[in-house]
């Protein structure tokens, strides 16, 4: 084959792949087809499945959030402990209550956590575990909730026997004192308790902090007898059932009486009285 020949072949083979690269790449070439990628539906139904349990479990089991995760995340404040049933009639006072309404006693936040502390100087050797035990006894029945902060070496001091010297962010105070210390301990006083009550946001009083200061002579009097701790531990119900916003009342049945007579536990109208105090509103 001549050379002329040669040339004019590798010239047709050049074009011939050209019009095959053309055909293929080129203007006039069918859109390359997309590869269609299957989705993946887990990337989407686990993250809304993980925040639709967490949401649920806030309100289902509202203890897992903080009052300002809650808040920010629109659920509002939530009651810590169980709303209390109001289902017996029996004497009872409150030591205040709020204004213009007649009847509704200022309480504590139910949605904010009662902090306590307790000096146990003067007091029995078990005092925290006895301050414990009754506190327990009132958080069951208001549904109120208490956190024990530790000992302190913080002393008492009341401007009257319902309402102590404390700042509105101190913890509540349980401690023992002489009547020489503590005025209101002079006579047959085995013990007072009262709280502090400020405005909220809305204008409604509430409970901010308090105290119970228990008379170091009764107390050690008291532990010489048989029935000692049970009437120790009488004493502390009552003057936490003051913390609370109980007062005092003329039946000899009910813990509240001003002159214990033997009682040794709350009565009915106590009862009632402290039910009706753990169901405030949130502050």
Not at 55 to 72: K, Q, T
Not at 87 to 101: E, I, P, R, V
Request: aromatic share 6%; with cysteine.
């Amino acid at each position: 084959m001549s050379r002329r020949g040669r040339r004019q072949r590798d010239i047709e083979r050049r074009l011939r792949e050209l019009d095959r690269l053309d055909a293929k790449y080129g203007l006039g070439a069918a859109p390359l087809s997309k590869q269609r990628v299957p989705m993946d539906w887990r990337r989407i139904v686990v993250p809304v499945a993980t925040l639709a349990s967490t949401l649920l479990l806030f309100l289902v089991v509202p203890d897992v959030a903080s009052v300002s995760i809650r808040n920010a995340l629109g659920l509002g404040p939530h009651r810590l402990g169980h709303r209390p049933a109001v289902d017996t009639s029996g004497a009872h006072q409150f030591l205040a209550k709020q204004t213009g309404t007649g009847s509704q006693p200022v309480t504590w936040d139910p949605c904010k956590p009662i902090h306590y502390e307790v000096n146990t100087a003067g007091g029995p050797p078990d005092a925290v575990a006895l301050v414990a035990g009754a506190i327990s006894d009132v958080s069951e029945t208001t549904g109120l909730r208490f956190e024990y902060d530790g000992q302190t070496d913080a002393r008492p001091r009341w401007k009257s026997s319902d309402l102590p010297f404390l700042a509105a962010h101190r913890p509540v105070l349980v401690s023992w004192a002489t009547e020489s210390e503590v005025s209101q301990l002079a006579g047959r006083v085995a013990g007072i308790g009262g709280s502090l009550p400020q405005p909220a946001r809305d204008g409604r009083l509430r409970y901010v902090t308090g105290g119970v200061t228990l008379d170091s002579a009764s107390f050690a009097a008291m532990d010489r007898r048989n029935e000692g701790r049970a009437l120790e531990r009488a004493i502390i119900l009552h003057e936490l059932g003051h913390l609370v916003g109980l007062a005092h009342v003329s039946d000899q049945t009910e813990l509240m009486n001003a002159d214990n007579v033997g009682q040794l536990d709350y009565g009915l109208g106590d009862r009632e009285g402290l039910a009706k105090l753990g169901a405030g509103p949130c502050f």
